[in-house]
């Protein structure tokens, strides 16, 4: 099977999918990872065939920080620097998908990724590294505070659904405008489609941090963390020896920065 692999950010939303490429080379299949052309030595370093696109992670990082706990300013400066690279990345994805018969798509992604497979008329997988797209009265979304009630929770992860759809909307139109683009139908993978089965959300992290909800689909799944193999690493002796005698928390921090420590 082709596969392309869409995600844009910083390290953090980039290395997870290297052990994932790698383990789906590893079972046959061909894959192909478009990111911020920052992160090409990063990508290609580890043999997996690289697409490069157009911005910079640390400018929306910047964006953000700015924006504070704002979150209307938090959207509107996401949404800034989308129309901005909006017409490069949307050919340069476009490009990257061609003669693909999976496409695995991030939050930066989610609409226009989507779309396209609907276009290409082949299946897309949504992955997370955080609770995002997946509605649940178990806790609300990760920018609000939790008022334990469970209507409320579920309502506040609806209504980031519909604010990021709006926004794709909105932000597209924009784009489409400056750059002389034909309209296009977009379509959002998490509204019921009766013509096409649900995407399928796969939650890369630990079952442990967070628990699958019990009022979940079925078509949402937590993996784990997308990790290299932890036995590649050992910790110096002393420091082993130094934690090892202390309480198990000493031992939770020594995973912690083994896990570190192989991140760079």
């Not at 590649?232 to 002796?237: I, L």
Request: positive net charge; hydrophobic residues 40%; aromatic residues 10%.
């Amino acid at each position: 099977m082709k596969i392309t692999i869409l995600t844009y950010g910083s390290r953090g939303d980039v290395q997870p999918f290297l052990p994932l490429s790698l383990g789906l080379v590893k079972r046959g299949h061909s894959v192909k990872l478009a990111a911020p052309r920052r992160f090409r030595e990063l990508v290609e370093g580890y043999g997996i065939q690289f697409i490069p696109l157009t911005g910079e992670p640390d400018d929306l990082s910047r964006r953000f920080n700015d924006a504070g706990f704002n979150s209307i300013k938090m959207v509107r400066e996401f949404l800034s620097h989308a129309v901005e690279i909006g017409a490069d990345v949307s050919r340069q994805t476009e490009e990257a998908c061609k003669d693909v018969d999976l496409i695995i798509h991030t939050f930066a992604h989610v609409v226009g990724a989507h779309s396209l497979a609907r276009d290409m008329n082949i299946p897309d997988i949504h992955i997370q590294t955080f609770p995002m797209f997946t509605p649940t009265g178990d806790y609300p979304n990760v920018t609000l505070p939790d008022l334990k009630l469970r209507a409320i929770n579920r309502f506040t992860h609806l209504l980031s659904q519909k604010i990021t759809w709006w926004t794709s909307l909105l932000g597209y139109e924009q784009v489409r405008r400056r750059a002389g683009l034909p309209r296009r139908k977009l379509c959002f993978p998490f509204d019921d489609d009766p013509l096409r089965p649900p995407t399928p959300i796969l939650c890369a992290w630990s079952p442990s941090v967070l628990p699958p909800s019990s009022d979940w689909q079925p078509n949402i799944q937590v993996t784990g963390y997308f990790f290299f193999d932890q036995n590649a690493y050992q910790a110096p002796g002393e420091l082993r020896s130094f934690l090892e005698a202390g309480s198990p928390r000493s031992v939770f921090r020594l995973e912690a920065w083994s896990i570190a420590m192989q991140k760079g």
